[in-house]
DNA sequence: TTTTTAATATACCGATTGGTATATTTGTGT
DNA sequence: ACACAAATATACCAATCGGTATATTAAAAA
């Protein structure tokens, strides 16, 4: 009884005009015709690409998720020292491609994260996912940083971490519901603090 | 047309048995149902007291919010210094006062903002004003800290306050999705860092 | 105790929800 | 051009949605 696709293209193009959708209204607040209304396909046409909405969801939040990640790393990569790798968060957070990309909802992780936490453990084990490679992703650049002597070597690796993805994703809450970009850029003022002050 | 409550008494036992219900599965997320269920009244005596459920929820939240609030002005009354009560916020949120507070939902500012920005305007500016009179008051205590020579001149005080109510809103998101209050309590650390450098 | 009023319960409404079985269309290989 | 398969559209389902008019009960006034 498992689940086929029948057309991977459709299937993709779903996901892809859907997938702000369910950012900016979430799971419960997403109703199926909103999809058909979306997509311009019919709920049979959705049906035989996905086993129920639950599962446009998560390929929806998978999707939004993979696009976020995908831009920060690239800039990451892109980033010759572990200071400026570090330095791309508050950076490109800041900049005009990632506001457009906040324009279409804002945050996967936090978005599905505050929703599913107390209602839907399956997106909640997600986000959970999410968090905690983009935490040991920024670990593991301190960690390089500190051996390149970049870093100091009592800087709180795990601590320092945390605290820059709770700065970035609060003010992301701030800075959207106020609807107040001060309220980000000051948030990424203070990552950047953060930074300097485990700097060598 | 306005609307009266018939029975102030029964529109508050309404509020109270269904507040960690609209900040737990939020309001698209609730239904007449569930607060029916919860209650055990019938839609007709909810009907009586609430011109709709968006009156319920709103009500819901506003008491939420005074709950929260209550509980942190409390604190910060009791305070002595300046320090002292900005201290208050990292204290309270690591103590089993607030975490407590934190099972039945976590933040009613976070949740009902995350889930009200792209899609109930009459929400998210209930959560701006709760956000700028959280922000107003860090700033006022920020003030009255550098005016009592407890806190250094050149403090920037929007940014302090920003960056405050950003760390514990993100970490509070972080702890509730992944389970892991140390995600939580790794933020509050450096809310007191921050304190402390702006401390003489 | 009776009357009046206030408040809750009952029973219903049309619309929409997520979901499915089947008919129709579209594309592909021969 | 034809047959077959792949994919989408149509039409429908029971259940639930938010909401309302009315009946019933409980409380207060007389």
Redesign the interface.
């Known amino acids: 009884m498992t689940f086929i696709p029948r057309s991977e293209k459709t299937r993709q193009f779903i996901i892809e005009t859907t997938a702000s959708l369910f950012n900016?209204?979430?799971y419960?607040?997403t109703s199926m015709s909103d999809l058909t209304e979306a997509t311009k396909l019919t709920k049979g046409s959705i049906y035989g690409n996905f086993e129920n909405k639950e599962d446009v969801a998560l390929a929806a939040f998978e999707y939004n998720l993979a696009q976020r990640n995908q831009l920060i790393t690239k800039k990451m990569n892109e980033a010759k020292s572990y200071y400026d790798k570090l330095m791309v968060l508050p950076m490109i957070y800041a900049s005009s491609e990632m506001s457009i990309f906040l324009e279409e909802?804002?945050c996967p992780?936090?978005?599905t994260?505050?929703?599913?936490?107390?209602?839907n453990e399956l997106f909640?084990i997600q986000?959970?996912e999410g968090?905690?490679n983009w935490k040991q992703s920024l670990e593991n650049i301190i960690k390089g940083g500190i051996e390149a002597q970049e870093f100091k070597a009592e800087t709180e690796i795990?601590?320092t971490a945390?605290?820059i993805?709770?700065?970035?994703?609060?003010?992301v809450?701030?800075s959207?519901?106020?609807?107040n970009p001060?309220?980000l850029n000051?948030?990424l003022?203070?990552v950047k603090e953060?930074i300097q002050k485990i700097t060598l």
């Not at 994260?113 to 209602?119: C, K, N, P, S």
């Not at 993805?165 to 003010?171: H, N, R, S, T």
């Open positions: 900016k209204k979430g419960a607040g909802g804002g992780l936090l978005n994260g505050i929703e599913a936490d107390d209602a909640r986000v959970t968090v905690t795990s601590k945390t605290s993805i709770a700065l970035i994703q609060g003010g809450f701030l959207k519901t106020t609807k001060l309220l000051q948030s003022e203070t953060i």
